[in-house]
């Protein structure tokens, strides 16, 4: 499959505070996104996500390096991309004053959609996001997970092959992300090709065919769910739920070198504390794991860090 | 690239109309505000209220399209609405001219409005029409390049109307609207010729009353070098903002 996205040693610097050495918000990184695919970008906060997705979309400039975007060099044809991708940024940022309505035709109007068209496609998003009750009430009165679901609508406006999604569920209720998740599925179904940020790493493991894991502006990992999950050594080990003669319930990881070995410390403790072993199970590595083991950071430091902000 | 340029300077003109001007206590505002100021000197100087004509018409021209601009931009830029527009394949130039013709339909709206009331009270008499529109285009030109510059230039809605404030209210006084030029000492008279509501008097006046002279192509000539000086101005902030 042709790549949608190259990127080259591309590289973001901000000068520092009064005489401090700059700041490497980016710096250097390499990577393709293939056409189609649902590419993860998964870093905890600071760690150059969003000004990765600033630069792509040409609303900064690279200090260095290049990147070419649907076949365009992202240093002389800005123009040529911004017609042809869609972005939703990490605030959802439709005009407040106008309708849910108003505000997907105006996207379409910036992007030359033809005015024959523009109706119809405005109900058909309305409808597709379930908002086709809220079609004339202003953006402003509609509720948050309404917001990203109409902001999300009007990237796609214009049918772009690309999508830029930056923490697309970010302060969602659960139905609300819930949702979200479902629609992106779908445009990966659809055959559009998305980059999504986030730090949530169950919503990258559910929705991404590759992740690249950045960290301090530097990609340390790039692979499939799969292929992320194989770079930890294996470690057998078993998940046992006791239960004690009052019913108590503990659940206790246990590690040998083999599932067996794991297997029978369970069973021996069990017996040794008088407890019942109510179930096992051979826990499946997650993408936390994985998370913490390539950049030894705990998997808590992404959301703690996020909820800062 | 042009046609992209010209169809997003439109819609947002449009959309910042929608959005922000045409609502009812922004035209009433627009209108009655230079009325007010200019009603208060006509009590103390009745005789020459139809002499304020061309003053009232300036001053409604800056207020109209100065207010509101210079509040939209720094407005969107503070909601995250603005990055939509740097999304959208045009030029930031478009974008900004997009603003500035919104601000500029806003203003010769309610000057329109203004200047039919005048014509309904004084009569038509010798107004050069053609030289009467184009002052006005100029003029709005400039006050909203003015406007456009102050809503970059700044971080916070406050700020912007402070800036504004602090740059048009002197201007309004020493913009010959009030006290004319001649009256004026030498040292407040080289500040009023740095002044681009000087010039929008002095058209205007010289387009109510019919007479032409070589002063007035100064004028607008003068009044295009200010639009042009401030949106320039206006784009590389912006510019430099967004880097």
Known sequence: MPDVIQVAQLTKHYPGARGAPPVRAVDGIEFAVRKGEVFG??????????????????????????????????????????????????????????????????SMQLYGVPRRERRARAEELLARFRLSEKRDVPFAQLSRGMKRALTVAAALAHRPPL??????????????????????????REGVTVFLTTHYLEEAERLCDRIALIVQGRIVALDTV????????????????????????????????????????ALAQAAAEGRQVVALNTPRPTLEDVFVYLTGLSAEVMLAEKGKT | MWRDDLRGMFYIALKDLRAYYLKPPNISWGILFPF????????????????????????????????????????ERRTGALERLLLAPLRLSALLAGKLLGGMAF??????????????????GSVNWPLLILALLLSAAAFSALGAFVSVAVREVFEAQTLANFIRFPMMFLGGIFVPLGSMSPALRVVACLLPLTYAV???????????????????AVLAAFAVVLFGAAVRTLARHIE
Do not use: C, H
């Open chain 1, 226 to 265: 799969d292929g992320l999950k194989a770079r930890l050594p294996a470690r057998p080990a078993v998940e046992a739920t006791l239960a004690d003669g009052n019913g108590r319930i503990a659940m206790l990881r246990f590690e040998g070198r083999s599932v067996e070995e794991a297997t029978q410390a």
């Open chain 2, 202 to 220: 002095e058209a205007l006046r010289a387009a109510m009353d019919g007479r032409v002279t070589s002063a007035t192509a100064l004028d607008l």
């Open chain 2, 36 to 75: 007010a100021f200019v009603l208060a000197f006509a009590i103390r100087n009745p005789g020459e209220l139809r002499d304020l004509v061309p003053g009232l018409l300036a001053l409604t021209l800056l207020f109209g399209t100065s207010s509101m601009e210079a509040i939209v931009i720094v407005f």
């Open chain 1, 41 to 106: 970008f998964l870093g905890p906060n600071g760690a150059g996500k969003t000004t990765t997705v600033r630069m792509l979309t040409g609303l900064t400039r690279p200090t260095a390096g290049s990147a070419r975007i649907l076949g365009f060099d992202l240093a002389t044809e800005v123009t040529q991309i911004k017609k042809r991708i869609g972005v939703v940024p990490e605030t959802s940022n439709l005009y407040d004053e106008l309708s849910a309505f108003d505000n997907l035709v105006f």
């Open chain 1, 163 to 188: 999508l830029f999604l930056d923490e697309p569920t970010t302060g969602l209720d659960v139905m609300s992300a819930r949702s979200l998740r479902g629609m992106i599925a779908d445009l990966r």
């Open chain 2, 107 to 124: 203003g010769l709206t309610v000057t329109a409005a203004v200047l039919a009331i005048a014509l309904a009270a004084f009569g038509v």
